[in-house]
T-cell receptor, first 115, second 112 residues
Framework: GAVVSQHPSRVICKSGTSVKIECRSL??????MFWYRQFPKQSLMLMAT?????????EQGVEKDKFLINHASLTLSTLTVTSAHPEDSSFYIC???????????FGDGTRLSIL | DQQVKQNSPSLSVQEGRISILNCDYT??????FLWYKKYPAEGPTFLIS?????DKNEDGRFTVFLNKSAKHLSLHIVPSQPGDSAVYFC???????????FGTGTRLTIIP
């Protein structure tokens, strides 16, 4: 149980393109999902908490207009990187947990490369 | 401000021996700690966790030790196997808060 699927696994696109990343909980319902970003050889940094049916909660320093999050159902959250630029190139990972006191389970991540 | 620190970026251990990965934290409000294993181009996989009311938790080859007074935890893997080669992250959270704070990771290499 507790499988989280993330799609796509890799995106390469031109500067100025908007990119949508999907995160799905396959065998459970997740009222809360999390979006992380990881730069090479660095830690996973929480970007935002995605709440089903309400607005996402963004961490300090993360631009909400740049990283749009939609959590339209209990099994799907999407992250859209709007007008992506080379500095947005990174590894983006989502996670969800069965319950607030349970460990988070992660998707396999999306490698975003902006040319 | 790095609240969770893994001071060893890498560690090499002979197959069959014990691997010990260390993690220190600064925030005394953290009360639940987790270890994740990560392969390249994949998301982290949950390994083992420990609550602050305990000082040890064991699951097969994996044991996590927590020293609250020192704000230190460690992951022991014994015996180490080649498939254990990966990056290991420790993470911490506060009671009632799902947000995880991750360390910077330690790359473990098991030498056959």
């Amino acid at each position: 149980g507790a499988v989280v699927s993330q799609h796509p696994s890799r995106v390469i696109c031109k500067s100025g393109t908007s990119v949508k990343i999907e995160c799905r909980s396959l065998d459970f319902q997740a009222t809360t999902m999390f979006w992380y970003r990881q730069f090479p050889k660095q830690s996973l940094m929480l970007m935002a908490t995605s709440n089903e049916g309400s607005k996402a909660t963004y961490e300090q320093g993360v631009e909400k207009d740049k990283f749009l999050i939609n959590h339209a159902s209990l099994t799907l959250s999407t992250l859209t990187v709007t007008s992506a630029h080379p500095e947005d190139s990174s590894f983006y990972i989502c996670s969800a947990s069965l319950h607030v006191n349970q460990p988070q389970h992660f998707g396999d991540g999306t490698r975003l490369s902006i040319l | 401000d790095q609240q969770v620190k893994q001071n060893s970026p890498s560690l090499s251990v002979q197959e069959g021996r014990i691997s010990i990965l260390n993690c220190d934290y600064t925030n005394s409000m953290f009360d639940y700690f987790l270890w994740y294993k990560k392969y390249p181009a994949e998301g982290p996989t949950f390994l083992i966790s420990i609550s602050s009311i305990k000082d040890k938790n064991e699951d097969g080859r994996f044991t996590v030790f927590l020293n609250k007074s020192a704000k230190h935890l460690s992951l022991h893997i014994v015996p180490s196997q080649p498939g254990d080669s990966a990056v290991y992250f420790c993470a911490a959270r506060m009671d009632g808060n799902e947000k995880l704070t991750f360390g910077t990771g330690t790359r473990l290499t098991i030498i056959p």
